[in-house]
Nanobody, 128 residues
Framework: QAQLVESGGGLVQPGDSLRLSCVFS????????IGWFRQVPGKEREKLTC????????FYADSVKGRFTVSRDSAKNTVYLQMNSLKPEDSAIYYC?????????????????????WGQGTQVTVSS
């Protein structure tokens, strides 16, 4: 079973940047869609962005468009989330996940329920 491990979270001040990493254990995942999500206790998990393993296209939620950038290094089995201009409302647990189903989403991220493998999450806190 594939495993994903997030890292890079921490405590930062408003306006700072962080880069999260998602390392996956199976090399075949580099061909698949990897998404980033976040969740605040008591709220639903929010889909932020994803990157397609075939075409390399990425898609973003309006809440992070222009501030967050997703990228992948297939040689390292790693997907990154570069987060700039962080705000207190960005504070959450951040997760990465892999979509391994047969459906290929060419023009959008898969729905949350179609992500099959999840990491354990990494905490990001933005506070002065």
């Amino acid at each position: 079973q594939a495993q994903l491990v997030e890292s890079g979270g921490g405590l930062v001040q408003p306006g700072d940047s962080l880069r999260l990493s998602c390392v996956f254990s199976e090399s075949t995942l580099k061909y698949l869609n990897i998404g980033w999500f976040r969740q605040v206790p008591g709220k639903e998990r929010e889909k932020l962005t994803c990157i397609d393993g075939i075409g390399g296209r990425s898609f973003y939620a309006d809440s992070v468009k222009g501030r967050f950038t997703v990228s992948r290094d297939s040689a390292k089995n790693t997907v990154y989330l570069q987060m700039n201009s962080l705000k207190p409302e960005d504070s959450a647990i951040y997760y990465c996940a892999a979509h391994v189903g047969a459906t290929y989403y060419e023009y959008q991220c898969p729905p949350l329920v179609d992500y099959d493998y999840w990491g354990q999450g990494t905490q990001v806190t933005v506070s002065s």
